[in-house]
């Protein structure tokens, strides 16, 4: 039996390649969103004064909440739009989160799949009635293409799987997305990996011709507003702490935090605990009172830059939907009970017009 080196596929729990990455633009909220045209002055007037002065960090003195809560509105403005798009592009791609066409959970034994009545896993019409099968033994998952001729002459090319290119003609030992990368079969349109969620081994596929991407026109947002951007005391741990995270599945993701962020908002303080390294930057799964009504019910994300000198900016104009919006084959994570703000959030993505056709 050939093992197969695994190839690039995106991850679930990442959700690297499903976002950009973070700017260093700063604001801070305080009170109810200003209408006054001064206070964008005043803002631009502390960067002009701090630049005379100059006033800066590479001194090795610590930095002030109040240098972090200055910003250029105008290239802060630029920064989060051109985040925005950058996203849309992500996930327009033909093998994003919107391709996501099926979810298969396996139990041991050997599985056939395709588009037939008599596969096991039903894979869209654009496969073959038999596709090949897949094995579950102790742990790994194998792949094993059809009989030489088993779909019949007209089928024989369409029914071709591959591995980088290659046409897989014996058995394959496919990589989970729990090793660094996942090993991706082609089968025409179709993409499909393998999964591993908390130990439960299942079959991630994707189609490229998925018909979302024939509607899908972008995602509508809040307006932008500077003043949800917060400057949030960060309380790191002194050991990391283990968060029990409910996911669509009905389970538990444990993952671990390194610390919390605190802040106010209209004198009332929150925190909010992410997962991710304090050193590279920080995932937040929380929920607000919008949820379920204007945003997407089981909470969103954000990411957030590393902690400085005590003190992290959370942006949440870049708040945004999990894939759950766009299909019911994806394993998102959903906000815990802690994580649910009793306020509403008015800013980052609203609920795509779509949800209800093909997330359901």
């Not at 996930?91 to 996501?100: I, K, Q, Y």
């Not at 599985?111 to 579950?136: N, Q, T």
């Not at 935090?257 to 605990?273: C, H, K, N, T, W």
């Not at 802690?338 to 795509?352: C, M, N, R």
Request: hydrophobic share 40%.
């Amino acid at each position: 039996m050939k093992q197969h080196k695994a190839s690039p596929s995106r991850l679930d729990l990442s959700l690297q390649a499903f976002f950009p990455r973070r700017s260093t633009a700063w604001l801070s909220r305080k009170g109810q969103p200003s209408k006054v045209p001064t206070r964008q002055i005043l803002v631009l007037w502390m960067v002009a004064t701090l630049g005379v002065m100059g006033i800066a960090c590479g001194d090795g003195a610590p930095i002030a909440p109040e240098e972090l809560a200055v910003v250029n509105l105008g290239e802060w403005k630029v920064e989060v739009e051109a985040w925005h798009q950058d996203r849309i592009q992500r996930l327009e791609d033909r093998e994003g989160w919107l391709s996501l066409a099926g979810l298969f959970w396996l139990q041991e034994g050997e599985h056939s799949f395709g588009s037939g009545e008599e596969a096991a896993l039903k894979f869209p019409a654009v496969a073959p009635e038999l596709a090949g099968s897949l094995r579950l033994e102790a742990g790994e998952v194998t792949l094993i293409p059809p009989a030489e001729g088993s779909s019949g002459e007209e089928g024989e090319q369409a029914a071709a799987l591959t591995i980088d290119g290659e046409v897989v003609t014996e058995p394959v030992t496919l990589a989970s997305d729990a090793a660094e990368e996942a090993t991706t079969v082609a089968l025409g349109p179709l993409r499909f990996f393998v999964i591993d969620r908390e130990g439960q081994l299942g079959v991630r596929l994707k189609n490229r011709e998925r018909e979302i991407f024939d509607v899908f026109d972008g995602i509508p947002r809040f307006p932008m507003d500077p003043q949800w951007r917060i400057v949030a005391r960060w309380e790191a741990f002194e050991e990391p702490k283990t968060l029990e995270i409910p996911n669509v599945l009905g389970g538990v993701f444990e993952e671990s935090s390194p610390g919390a962020a605190v802040f106010e908002i209209d004198g009332q303080e929150y925190r909010l605990e992410p997962t991710g390294s304090p050193d590279d930057e920080l995932f937040f799964v929380f929920g607000d009172t919008t949820n379920g009504k204007s945003t997407y019910g089981g909470g969103r994300f954000l990411y957030a830059g590393p902690p400085q000198d005590g003190w992290i900016v959370l942006d949440f104009n870049r708040t945004y939907s999990p894939p759950c919006t766009f299909s019911p084959y994806a394993t998102c994570p959903l906000a815990r009970p802690e994580a649910k703000l009793p306020i509403a959030v008015e800013a980052g993505e609203l609920l795509w017009d779509g949800y209800k056709t093909f997330a359901y």
